[in-house]
């Protein structure tokens, strides 16, 4: 699902129609961009809210609950999340400069998955409530507690500023196995 939207996106690209859509395409493991860690967010302008915007039209098009401005290649502190059901309306909300400012001793474990590691899922074990510090899409300081799924999804997304993947939290052996499958995959995409 992701592959084809990222081969019809790379692919469209000359297209005035696709052009004037905003989704980019993702980065995919063994990227050493997703490595990276990402600089703060200095002034929420127009070149920030227009990656937000971007950033949440790439995720639902992917489609994800979540994505980091990393993984679009942009190295800045900015991440989408959007985890309405789906009978519900969207939700979008956007996090610059994220940062967990507190977390509960309590831990729940969710099966995870992410849009640089298309259709790999594995359950992932963290905090079940973290407190959250961000400036919103506004300039806003502010900061929320979350717990349940949009817990699990702003720790991933803040790994991800870090440079650090969901799979670095599975057993090194499983962890190992994915990116041995996502480098062959890269490479033969490469030929
Ligand atoms: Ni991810």
Not at 92 to 114: K, L, Q
Not at 150 to 158: F, K, N, P, S, V
Request: aromatic residues 6%; proline residues 5%; glycine residues 4%.
């Amino acid at each position: 699902m992701t592959d084809l939207a990222y081969l019809s996106c790379s692919i469209g690209k000359k297209d005035a129609l696709w052009e004037a859509m905003t989704i980019k395409p993702l980065i995919i493991l063994p990227d050493p961009v997703l490595r990276q860690v990402s600089k703060p967010v200095e002034q929420v302008d127009s070149e920030i809210t227009r990656l937000a915007d971007d950033m949440l039209e790439t995720m639902y098009d992917a489609p994800g609950i979540g994505l980091a401005a990393i993984q679009i290649g942009v190295p800045r502190r900015l991440l989408v999340i959007d985890v309405s059901k789906e009978d519900e309306e969207n939700k979008p909300m956007v996090f610059i400069n994220p940062e967990i400012v507190g977390a509960s001793d309590e831990r729940s474990t969710y099966e995870e998955g992410c849009l640089s590691i298309p259709d790999y899922y594995a359950e992932v074990e963290r905090p079940a409530m973290v407190a959250v510090s961000y400036v919103d899409r506004e300039g806003k300081q502010q900061t929320i507690q979350a717990d349940g799924l949009l817990a699990t999804c702003l720790q991933h997304e803040i790994d991800h500023l870090n440079g650090v993947l969901f799979i670095d939290h599975i057993s090194r052996l499983k962890r190992e196995m994915v990116i041995k499958k996502f480098t062959k995959a890269a490479r033969s995409r490469a030929v």
